[in-house]
Nanobody
């Protein structure tokens, strides 16, 4: 049974930082591409960042590029999202997702991911 468990969310002021973690189990971690998505109240879930199975290819949405960084630790079966210079518009529930793929081509559509975590809430106040 595949499980993705997010942690690290919280409440911060604008300009602050948080590091989200996504711990994966029940799948071949080195064979899975991982993505981070977020969903604010009343809005659709949107792509934030993705990392390839081997960790050598990453992609960030324009809205977070230069502020957020995705990375993975194979030894810990964990993917991270370092979030700096947070803005109120970053407020959302953040979900990690996995898809079994060794491709270097990263996907940004939620339909391309097979497994999802429950999410962790990030709230940024002005």
């Amino acid at each position: 049974q595949v499980q993705l468990v997010e942690s690290g969310g919280g409440s911060v002021q604008a300009g602050g930082s948080l590091r989200l973690s996504c711990a994966a189990s029940g799948l071949t971690f080195t064979g899975a591409a991982i993505g981070w998505f977020r969903q604010a109240p009343g809005k659709e879930r949107e792509f934030v960042a993705a990392i390839s199975a081997g960790g050598n290819n990453i992609y960030h949405a324009d809205s977070v590029r230069g502020r957020f960084t995705i990375s993975r630790d194979t030894a810990k079966n964990t993917v991270y999202l370092q979030m700096n210079s947070l803005k109120p518009e970053d407020t959302a529930r953040y979900h990690c997702a996995a898809r079994n793929s060794l491709s270097q081509l990263l996907r940004t559509n939620i339909r391309d991911y097979n497994y999802w975590g429950q999410g962790t809430q990030v709230t940024v106040s002005s």
